[in-house]
């Protein structure tokens, strides 16, 4: 203990009102060091990790949230999830848990989606799997000849050349960008637009490589909109594993006439009711003033939604439940948040912001979890940025739990929602190396999450929360 207090270095507290600068002799006089607060700051965040390490429940409830399989939006899985989570909530005696209703899409996948080519005489069966928010194919499927396009640009540059065509975007994450979340960014256009562009020349169906770095036989799902196009535009929308991507590409190469047959049987069901579930341990000097923490209850029906986002809720309630086993009183009331819908709409958090405004609601502080379970690495900020500088001075009480990354690059789906010119925004950054193997396929399971990197990460989240509603200052302090 005595060599982590050595290797925290100094810092003037955080949040703090700036000492005004005087000059004595024509010298500055340095503000005053707390070292005693800084120690204290050291041990509190010590005990969150070794509580989190030693007698943690996250873990437990992943597996519990995730044995009935994926959540999809207005699935009969996510009614499920929503009773379970407002039963936990108030086993764990929160001072207040709620639901908020709100209203969201329900897509459905129907039977298992089937695709092939032959070429040389040889059947290839495809691995493919239908994007959310897709229509279906004819009952027979379709059958058409396949161009290869790497952008929506030269999908676009093609235009009537699309016509009858099956329009194959075979653009791959950038191998090279080493945050996996940028390479993600710098492709998904594809696979939520590819079709919008596609069918407005008439093509008779989408297919789209999956987003993932890792090669394998598992396509992974996902959203894909048809903007403004008119509905008899529409056209049937799937991915296919990036192994069979690769295999096709190949082919198309031999045989530029290759047909391809899918097959798929989705469709989009009238909106359901579902919920945000909310949970609230009281704050001591600023009840009226929120600290939000949440991750989305939802996930995609391939899989459990392990990762996505299992780890991001459980991560998001053991903050509280940590607050409570360390015997920590908040200042501001923290408000644990289950959103529903990230997935394919955002209702939840569209819902939660709206409320919050309606209701005059200050919000000061906002962390979402939805980065997957692995290592804890550090956060991301948005919203008011201020005092980033002075955040970024915790990092040497964080830095020996492997949390050194203090970042300006926006926060989560679910919280952007509350952003204003006063409140700051967070979202947790574990390692991404392996989160893209799993993010919206079938192998998105319990068991690829480790209990030690869960639990770090909800011990990291913890001390952001611990360090934020000490020194946060009154909401009318706050400067945009």
Same mark, same amino acid.
């Given at each position: ?8 270095? %100094? ?220 509905? @008899? ?163 040497? %009480? ?15 789906? @679910? ?28 192998? @998105? ?36």
């Amino acid at each position: 203990m005595k060599q982590l207090l050595v290797s925290v270095s %100094l810092f003037s507290l955080i949040f703090a009102s700036c000492t005004t600068e005087k000059k004595e002799e024509k010298k500055e006089t340095k503000p005053k060091i707390n070292t005693e607060q800084i120690q204290k700051d050291s041990l509190a965040i010590r005990e969150i990790f070794d509580t989190a390490l030693t007698d943690s429940d996250c873990y437990e409830w992943l597996r519990e949230l995730t044995s009935n399989g994926g959540r999809l939006s207005g699935s009969e899985e996510a009614a499920k999830a929503v009773k379970w989570s407002e039963k936990l909530m108030k086993e764990l005696q929160l001072d207040s848990v709620w639901l908020q209703p709100v209203m969201v899409p329900h897509w459905v996948r129907g039977t298992k989606e089937k695709a092939y080519y032959t070429i040389n005489g040889e059947k290839i069966e495809v691995p493919i799997t239908a994007l959310g928010g897709s229509i279906s194919t004819p009952k027979n499927g379709i059958l058409a000849e396949v161009i290869e396009v790497n952008s929506l640009e030269e999908a676009e540059k093609l235009g009537d050349k699309l016509a009858g065509k099956i329009v194959f975007y075979n653009r791959p994450m950038d191998p090279t960008l080493i945050k996996t979340g940028h390479a993600y960014g710098g492709c998904v256009n594809q696979r939520y637009s590819g079709a919008r562009i596609a069918g407005k020349f008439g093509a008779a169906g989408v297919i789209v490589r999956s987003m993932s770095l890792k090669n394998d036989n598992y396509p992974h799902t996902g959203s894909m909109s048809y903007g403004e196009l008119p509905e @008899d535009k529409w056209v049937p929308t799937a991915a296919i594993s990036t192994k069979a991507a690769d295999i096709l590409s190949e082919n198309l190469k031999k045989k530029s006439d290759l047909t391809f047959y899918f097959e798929q049987h989705c469709k989009n069901l009238p909106d359901v009711l579902s919920y945000n579930v909310i949970g609230e341990l009281k704050g001591s000097e600023f009840p009226e003033e929120y600290m939000t923490i949440g991750g989305h209850l939802d996930s995609w029906d391939l899989g459990d939604g392990a990762h996505d986002d299992g780890t991001g809720v459980v991560q998001s309630l053991e903050v509280l439940q940590l607050f409570q086993k360390n015997k920590m009183k908040p200042r501001h009331t923290l408000r644990c948040v289950f959103f529903m819908n990230e997935e394919n709409g955002l209702r939840g958090a569209k819902k939660y912001a709206e409320e919050a405004k309606l209701k005059g609601e200050k919000h000061v502080f906002a962390l979402e979890s939805d980065a997957g379970g692995h290592t804890p690495r550090g956060f991301s900020f948005d919203g008011n940025l201020a005092n980033l500088d002075r955040i970024k001075e915790w990092r040497n %009480l964080l830095e020996p739990y492997g949390i050194h990354e203090f970042l300006t690059e926006g926060s989560g789906a @679910d919280v952007s929602p509350l952003k204003s010119e006063t409140i700051v925004l967070s979202g947790y950054r574990p390692d991404s190396q392996r989160y893209f193997d799993y993010h919206h396929a079938e192998t @998105d399971t319990f068991d690829k999450v480790n209990k030690r990197e869960l639990e770090l990460g909800a011990a990291a989240m913890t001390s952001l929360v611990y360090l934020v509603d000490k020194y946060l200052p009154k909401q009318e302090e706050i400067k945009p």
